[in-house]
């Protein structure tokens, strides 16, 4: 049976998508049966990160509502063969999704797949709570802005209060992922520290992803970045907390500033 893994946040444009296809995608490598499930009913974009775009016959709404079988709507991913993707309706709004189809579409992927991770969108209306409500565990994104892990928190309570697993008065396993880290940035107060960010959570850490334009490239050319560059500080430091969630202790590594990196290009154009 599968874990199925929501990846959640309360703001917008903190990196959950991206941060799906990566995890999704450092899984699979692995040798694991992964689907990564687009929720965000509207607006759809997963399958663009996945490069799959084209390739959309059915969706999440045509399988919860009877049009179409859960088996005509997966996409399978044409680099990883146990990489797939169920991707959302970009027609509909989330009011077309309901309790009883999400329920019985997420039974029916646990007895496929060894991961079902739920792409969930921004904030706490309808889409985020059905993303949400049958997981067993969740992956809460923020940024190191105040504003976003003020909403993170709110998600927090959410997870404790609006899901399956919590009105069965179960704990369910939540784990932050900070998106979006420059150190020196961090170390001159312009955003939160990790500590900060913690203190404030209060869950365990999964994984530091620094501020990167690899991520951007890797969307551009609709690829995961754990594929599409798997030596960049960003894939490595996904496929380190997607082995974190696969049980195996991996010393966390907070990103070295990035302009580090651009003084050491520099320096090695001059000498050459």
Request: charged share 30%; proline share 3%.
């Amino acid at each position: 049976m599968a874990k199925v893994l929501v990846v959640t946040s309360g703001k917008g444009g903190v990196g959950k998508t991206t941060s799906t296809a990566a995890l999704g995608a450092a899984l699979a490598r692995e040798g694991q049966k992964v689907v990564v499930v687009d929720f965000d009913v509207g607006l759809r974009n997963l399958d663009l990160i996945m490069g799959a775009e084209r390739r959309v016959v059915f969706d999440l709404v045509n399988v919860a509502q009877g049009v179409a079988k859960l088996s005509q709507a997966l996409i399978r991913d044409k680099r990883l063969e146990s990489l797939w993707l169920l991707p959302a309706s970009q027609t509909r709004d989330k009011d077309a999704l309901t309790d009883d189809g999400v329920r019985d579409i997420i039974a029916d992927l646990r007895t496929k797949f060894d991961w079902v991770i739920c792409d969930s969108p921004a904030g706490i209306e309808r889409g985020a709570t059905l993303a949400m409500r049958y997981a067993d565990e969740a992956i809460v994104v923020t940024n190191p802005e105040v504003s976003s892990v003020r909403d993170a928190d709110r998600i927090i309570g959410m997870l404790d209060s609006k899901t399956v697993k919590a009105e069965a008065g179960e704990q369910m396993k939540k784990h932050v992922l900070i998106t979006r880290y420059d150190m020196g940035r961090a170390a001159r107060g312009e955003m939160l520290s990790i500590d900060d960010i913690l203190e404030i959570l209060a869950i365990p850490l999964l994984g530091i992803i620094p501020e990167s334009q690899d991520v951007l490239r890797a969307s551009n050319v609709g690829s995961p970045v754990t594929l599409n560059d798997a030596a960049s500080m960003p894939a490595r430091a996904y496929t380190d907390a997607a082995r974190r969630l696969n049980g195996e202790t991996i010393a966390m590594m907070v990103p070295t500033e990035q302009r580090r990196r651009f003084m050491d290009r520099l320096l090695g154009r001059r000498a050459a």
